[in-house]
């Protein structure tokens, strides 16, 4: 589950050979899969000096890995692409991470992105409901997925097995009139909360659940692939994550790190994300076929340094209502 994949095979025998003398990376990443592969090969394809190895898991196991690793004094990762700022911010408070003022950064928002140059922000990932085409009610509201017509049809990723669940669950319990009382609702009526992503979309796409709480992406794409299935952007709003990258202090590769960072920033790296069928962070890209205008997607605010803070405390009452899943 946790083998390093060597982009570096499979793209010398149709692009280019990687130099014996190639500086090393290596990329810790909650990327799919194809997706991770495809950021390393755009880099590589930009910089082919440089050879990257990946690996992938979703966020938690990667950070547990990683802490793992620091803690025998041998840390393998040279950059991190993972889920969101709340992780990120911990290993700048650790002093796990290496600042860097990318030129890119110019690009983004100030609020994408540490101030320092610790982290910054590579795409917008939100969370809403996905539904299957067959299903009776078609949600419009994250209240829907509690009413009588989806009892027992609703799944959701677990927020001990994803990054970007545990801030959905985070964001939504600041939102009046839904708060953990929401959760506790969804269980009652019968939703499962297991896993990750991926597996919400198998069970929905499948038509074994109705509804699904996920990441935009993973239906949207599954749709334009001919899945019976929809996404909806509840009007309440929706969680997001944003998933940066961020150098670790440890590296021996530092100058040809900051390349990497400096190319998932850039115009053309961003335009890989866009081609992935994100939406990328950077100002005045285009958006993904399939979503709609940017500015009718209401993102709900979350406070990093506070949801850090309460990170502990929040995995806590969600296994408190949903069990160690």
Excluded: C
């Excluded at 990687?18 to 990327?31: D, E, G, K, M, W």
């Excluded at 540490?114 to 409901?129: H, Q």
């Excluded at 017509?149 to 609703?154: D, F, H, T």
């Excluded at 749709?223 to 509840?234: H, L, N």
């Amino acid at each position: 589950m946790k083998t390093i994949v060597s982009a570096a095979a499979l793209l010398a025998a149709s692009l280019f050979a990687i130099p014996a003398s190639a500086a090393n990376l290596v990329l810790y990443t909650s990327q799919p899969n194809e997706d991770a592969q495809a950021t390393v090969d755009g880099f590589m394809a930009a910089n082919p000096d440089i050879k990257v190895d990946w690996v992938r898991d979703g966020t938690p196991k990667i950070m547990a890995k990683l802490q793992a690793e620091i803690q025998a004094g041998n840390p393998v990762a040279d950059i991190l692409l993972i889920a969101d700022m709340v992780t990120l911010e911990r290993l700048k408070e650790d002093g796990k991470l290496l600042a860097y003022k990318s030129p890119e950064s110019a690009g983004y928002d100030a609020t994408l992105y540490d101030a320092d140059g610790y982290y910054y922000s590579t795409k917008l990932i939100t969370t809403g409901i996905m539904y299957n085409t067959s299903a009776a009610m078609k949600p419009a509201s994250w209240k829907d997925l509690t009413k009588p017509e989806a009892k027992g049809l609703v799944t959701m990723p677990s927020p001990l097995a994803s990054g970007a669940a545990l801030i959905h669950a985070q964001t939504l319990a600041a939102v009046p009139g839904l708060g953990w009382d929401f959760y506790k609702s969804l269980q009652a009526n019968g939703a499962i909360a297991a896993g990750g992503n991926g597996a919400v979309l198998k069970s929905v796409a499948s038509g074994e659940k109705a509804y699904g709480v996920v990441v935009d992406y993973l239906p949207i794409r599954e749709k334009a692939k001919g899945a019976p299935v929809e996404f909806v952007f509840p009007s309440e709003g929706v969680s997001a994550v944003t998933e940066p990258v961020g150098i670790l202090a440890s590296t021996k590769n530092a100058d040809a790190a900051k390349k990497f960072v400096d190319y998932v920033l850039s115009e053309k790296g961003q335009e890989g994300f866009l081609k992935l069928g994100y939406i990328p962070a950077r100002n005045g890209m285009k958006l993904p076929e399939g979503f709609p205008a940017r500015d009718t997607i209401k993102v709900l605010p979350i406070k990093a340094a506070e949801a850090l803070k309460n990170t502990d405390k929040d995995l806590k009452t969600f296994s408190g209502i949903y069990g160690s899943n």
